[in-house]
């Protein structure tokens, strides 16, 4: 057994709307003695096979076990994943396993170690799971988001709002194009550097909150031991000494009353670089308060780590009996944090006369930090119902003098049931990027909806941050479509972000060249902080290799499903297969959303019951038996009648006469028709203004500028050239039709085909073209894709075997050559249609030759 190929699946995709891990797997070398008592092996190296993911449901389908294996694995490691499918592909002995994955690096490694396990019982050799569920495990909480940002993303999902992790850490993006908002860990796009700046030097935060009247411990900074003691009698004792620029108590002494005690401190303090602070220590609880925005959002009271003792056990062992807590772990996956008897741990112990190995009385609480950080062992109670008004009102009032959006604000006070000032209490710092732990799994008290909170600052309730998405497949007119929708949208105002096979457009530009109709360019568009209307042609390659780079579209087109379409690839070899993946955009339609449909394809019509939302059939003929029906329903389509286009919801038309349409040239070419009822089709469902669609529709030119590939027409020396990407039968079919539309002396083509077609797909172009054109120009591509050197050109060839109309047929050696060829025989009022192969460079070469005259 040997796994030939993994990919990720990041977007909902053929199989689900889930994240998945798709491996191809080959069975075929297994003996059919390795499957005698395969499962009794497994199952004895991984019980927990038939936990939740079930057992293999064919015992001689090593590739099932692969799956439950995968599956399993995860679920023992603590990922939320609940979905597997095995599927045959047309090669015997070659499976396709996909497994849902809730962090892309476990399913990964989930797979590798499936395919060890099955290894193993196959050779009957060992393998161990718990060291694969530890590793997942720890892999899993080294990739996924922390407490933090996981709570903010949940909240964010939860109303619908999308989301995209920009990096390994915790950079997050909510919403799309021009209505995104970012967060990294606790803190917004909107957070001042400066205000994080005045938030990490604790003298100026209380200078800043001093002169706005909040309480705060006076103090001031000092540079030697003996100062510091003078400080401290200036203040008044106690006192404590810190570092200026300290984290997690490291340094901190609290409650001096002594010369010798504050000169110690110092010593400590000054061991951690920089600053030294003496302020006056105020008595009472550490309380950390959460304000988002102008609100205090939670309260909690931090304990710092202790161990109570019995009388019988040491410190160490105390500790380690805290330690065994399953609610305690190293990160911050877990409630509570391991207490770490680390050399913090050990000062504070030696400054209260104890040492690890002391054995405290019973009931003797033995404090082992100055702080109640989560992070090193601490405790949180939730208190937010209990904090008095105008306390809240002096933390929200030192974030604003801050100015933090999201704030942590630590507080030493009594009680957080009277105001700071009635009691002697203060706030002691001011703190960006707060972490949200405590808020949301105390250790004491119910957890505080902080991430609801936050995402509610950054968008307002009606607010999901989504544009419009317009998502577009088919086998044909895909890229035209998305041209003329988005053209349509920037009609109306919009600043369209487009992709299709020819490159990215942010309103109108172009920012990236080549094949971009796959999910990596569609999420750049997303992306893209000017964008508020997304076009994006969406290929069949990029849903089999990633799936969809949304979770969902305001609209999906399918324009038509041809025969020549890539079959054979990937293990798509049937139209129906081919189908199912276009398939995908219409089943993640938003449920308020539309599909566009061909209603004269069948196999496109039928795709409308998988859409969540409505439906828009479009036909040029009216009386098309399914447009015919919708129509009957009072539901929206759109068709041709006496030479205008209508688009009808009930009794309601808008009429739009072709003649004034230049991308149909007057509704000779019906293949662009199609292009523009889809369109119009699209544009109506998205909500797009009639003024906007009628002057898009007549303002769109489909030259090589616009629409490069899509029948660019050119006049050379009294002659009609026409330049297309036509590159499969269905295409070439529609071409002919439209050019037997255009009168010509003459006839001429020029023609090369993809490799990565099938044989009779390459053949059907040229059986076609040789029964309606006179001279033939065959060329090979610059790339084969796969085929030997001259292996297109024989099947090119074949087809012309029973050409009825041509009777010249050359083969020339290079595109631009071919065209040259081509030109070069050219006399007035004859037509050569011009397949291209590399789009760009073939229409440069043409305009320069047409220049020349």
Known sequence: ????????????????????????????????????????????????????????????????????????????????????????????????????YSEEAVGRRAIEFAERLCRAALEDSDFDAHAAIEGLRELDEDQRLGPSTGAIVAAAQARGIPWRRLTDGSLVQFGWGNRQRRIQAAEMDVTSAIAESIAQDKELTKSLLHASGIPVPLGRPVDDADEAWRAACEIGVPVVVK????????????????????????????????????????????????????RL????????????????????????????????????????TRIPLDDIALAKLARDGYTPESVPAAGTRVVL???????????????????????????????QAVGLDICGVDVVCRSIQQPLEAQGGGIVEVNAAP?????????FGKGRAVGEAIVGSMFADDDDGRIPVVAVAGTNGKTTTVRLIAHLAACAGRQPGMTNSDGIYIAGERIDTGDCSGPRSARNVLMHPDVDFAVLETARGGILREGLAFDRCDVAVVTNIGLGDHLGMNYIDTVEGLAAVKRVIVENVAADGAAVLNAADPIVAAMAGSCPGSVVFFAKDCHQPVLAAHRAHGRRVVFVDGGELVAAEGEHEQRIALAEVPLTRGGALGFQVDNVMAAVAAAWSVGL???????????????????PGRF??????????????????????????????????????????????????????????GNAFDAVILYEDACQRGRSEGEVLALLREGL???????????????????????????????????????????????????QG
């Open 1 to 100: 057994m040997k796994i030939l190929r993994t990919r990720a699946l990041r977007g909902p995709n053929l199989w689900s709307r889930r994240t998945a891990i798709e491996a191809v797997v080959d069975a075929t070398g297994i003996q059919p003695g390795q499957l005698d008592g395969f499962e009794a092996r497994l199952q004895l190296r991984f019980p927990a096979i038939d936990a939740g993911a079930g057992s293999p449901r064919q015992a001689d389908s090593v590739a099932h076990a692969l799956e439950a294996a995968a599956l399993a694995l995860q679920l023992r490691a603590g990922c939320p994943v609940s979905f597997s499918r095995t599927v045959p592909t047309p090669e015997t002995g070659v499976w396709q396993v996909v497994v849902e």
């Open 243 to 294: 570092p200026r620029d300290g984290n997690q108590g490291k340094g901190v002494a609290v409650g001096l009353n002594t010369r010798g005690e504050v000169r110690a401190a110092w010593k400590v303090a000054s061991d951690y670089g920089g600053e030294v602070i003496v302020e006056k220590y105020l008595p009472g609880q550490d309380f950390r308060m959460l304000v988002v925005g102008d």
């Open 297 to 336: 959002v939670a309260a909690a009271r931090r304990d710092p780590p202790l161990v109570v003792g019995d009388g019988v056990h040491t410190i160490r062992e105390l500790v380690d009996q805290v330690n065994a807590d399953p609610l305690r772990g190293d990160g911050h996956g877990t409630v509570l």
């Open 369 to 399: 930090r100055n702080n109640g950080n989560l992070s090193t062992g601490g405790s949180a109670t939730d208190v937010t119902d209990e904090v008095h008004p105008e306390l809240a009102a002096s933390v929200v009032a030192a974030a």
């Open 435 to 443: 972490g949200l732990r405590m808020h949301l799994s105390p250790s």
């Open 689 to 707: 203004p009639w003024d906007a669609i009628r002057t898009g529709l007549r303002s769109f030119v489909s030259d090589a500028r616009t629409a």
């Open 712 to 769: 660019n027409v050119f006049e050379h020396r009294g002659a009609t050239l026409i330049a297309d990407y036509g590159h499969n039968p269905d295409a070439i079919e529609a071409l002919v039709q439209a050019i037997d539309t255009m009168p010509a002396r003459r006839r001429h083509v020029v023609i090369s085909g993809a490799g990565d077609r099938r044989d009779e797909d390459i053949r059907r172009q040229t059986e076609i073209l």
């Open 801 to 851: 075997k029973d050409a009825r109309r041509a009777r010249s047929v050359d083969e020339i050696r290079g595109e631009f050559a071919a065209i040259d060829t081509a030109l070069a025989r050219l006399e007035a009022e004859d037509l050569c249609l011009i397949l291209v192969d590399q789009v760009d460079q073939a229409l440069d070469h043409i305009t320069a030759r047409v220049a």
